[in-house]
């Protein structure tokens, strides 16, 4: 079972964000970007430890629908392609707590690898 319920999910997609609450309190807004390059899809983490794969140009990178699963999760489905991977909850949550870290990382990766990020 989920540690935190969703008490709201609204998408604006003019801003490119996904906008979470949860029954805490807390509320996160999540940029599509964000979301894309750390989904949980195998295609993008990897099927193991230092398999996952760096997403280049998700910039402008939007999500046309969401489809909920069950009472656990979400699949967001971008206008890339990309539908793969399940957003349970505590994910979003963590995604939320992580942001600041996990979009310096992001950042950081690449630039790394020769890609820096332009400006959406």
């Excluded at 509320?27 to 983490?45: G, K, M, Q």
Aim: charged share 20%.
């Amino acid at each position: 079972m989920a540690t935190h319920q969703p008490t709201n999910i609204l998408l604006h997609q003019h801003s490119r964000a996904l906008e979470v609450s949860f029954d805490d309190g807390a509320t996160f807004r999540l940029p599509c970007e964000y979301l894309r390059v750390y989904s949980p899809s195998a295609d993008v983490r990897g099927h193991g430890p230092g398999q996952g794969t760096l997403q280049l140009g998700k910039e402008d990178v939007n999500i046309n629908d969401i489809e909920a699963v069950g009472n656990y999760a979400v699949r967001l489905l971008f206008d890339d392609g990309h539908s793969t991977g399940l957003y349970t909850w505590d994910y979003l949550y963590q995604l939320g707590q992580t942001f600041d870290v996990k979009w310096r990382d992001y950042l950081a990766a690449l630039v790394d690898a020769g890609h820096p990020r332009r400006d959406a």
